[in-house]
């Protein structure tokens, strides 16, 4: 199999103010760093919102995944609300943010890279959009819309 070297064109030299340090990929990665911070969002968006839920779906410890948790909602990537059944005590569960729910897409590249390139089956599972039955997946469009290929950024500062 033939490999192509493709990138994106542009620097950022740090003799003109830009430093790593300030590195949101790097900021992000922090964040989440932690394969359980990641299951339990995955199973955030799959509609997980109680404690037990979390633990089960997740196939975590309650020791890890209260500890995740406590961080998702330090971070505000998850919040707790109150809820309280009929004769029961009041509780809570998770909720995503607005934080939260823009991860999405994150968990979408992650899932379509996994199944395409560490599955023989294509993954355990795949998205569908309701209306047409369609598979789905992420792409990069600049804000006007096109399709953007690596080979077609340019990589620039913010001012």
């Known amino acids: 199999m033939e490999t192509t070297t493709v990138r994106m ?51 975590l410890t309650e020791a890890t995944a209260s500890a995740r948790l406590h961080e998702l909602v330090e971070y505000g990537l998850l919040e707790l609300e109150p809820y309280q ?17 823009d991860l999405f897409p994150v968990i979408v590249s992650l899932m379509q890279w996994g199944n395409r390139w560490l599955s023989d089956t294509g993954g355990p599972a795949k998205l569908l959009h309701r209306g047409c039955g369609a598979a789905v997946g ?22």
């Open 9 to 59: 064109t542009g620097s950022l030299d740090p003799r003109d103010g830009w430093a790593a340090t300030s590195c949101t990929i790097a900021k992000s990665v922090e964040l989440l760093s932690t394969r359980s911070a990641f299951v339990l969002m995955r199973e955030a968006f799959y509609g997980a919102s109680r404690f037990e839920e979390f633990v089960r779906r997740a196939d």
């Open 85 to 101: 059944e009929p004769g029961q005590r009041t509780r809570h569960r998770y909720r995503l943010t607005e934080k939260g729910a």
């Open 138 to 159: 992420t792409e990069l469009r600049c804000e006007h819309g096109h399709n953007v290929e690596l080979a077609d950024l340019d990589l620039a500062a913010t001012a």
